[in-house]
């Protein structure tokens, strides 16, 4: 059973930045498309970044040029850089394969991120 542990969380001020990590206890994790999600209160969970086995990116719209995912295979490890944050950033965030793929894990416990003044 693959388990996913996100840390990196916490209340920032408009503007901030946080720097999310998500370690995943998976074989090969190097192949697998990985994505960082969130959710807010009473809003449906959505997909913010993705990276692909061979590192390339795409994002949500709302976040393009202000989050940066990467990953480091060796550690199996999936990041995101949130540059510039804004309230609405404010959620839940969790990582997960990239469930474009078919694939999704059993969700982890997530990262809380508070945009606020």
């Known amino acids: 059973q693959v388990q996913l542990v996100e840390s990196g969380g916490g209340l920032v001020q408009p503007g901030g930045s946080l720097r999310l990590s998500c370690v995943a206890s998976v074989t090969l994790f190097r192949i697998f498309a990985m994505g960082w999600y969130r959710q807010a209160p009473g809003k449906q969970r959505e997909l913010v970044a993705a990276?692909?086995?061979?590192?390339?990116?795409n994002y949500e719209d709302s976040v393009k040029g202000r989050f940066t995912i990467s990953r480091d295979n060796a550690k199996n490890t999936v990041y995101l850089q949130m540059n510039s944050l804004k309230p609405d950033d404010t959620a839940a965030y969790y990582c997960?394969?990239?469930?474009?793929?078919?694939?999704?894990?059993?969700w982890g416990q997530g990262t809380q991120v508070t945009v606020s003044s």
């Open positions: 990276i692909t086995s061979g590192g390339s990116t």
């Open positions: 997960n394969a990239d469930t474009r793929t078919g694939r999704t894990w059993r």
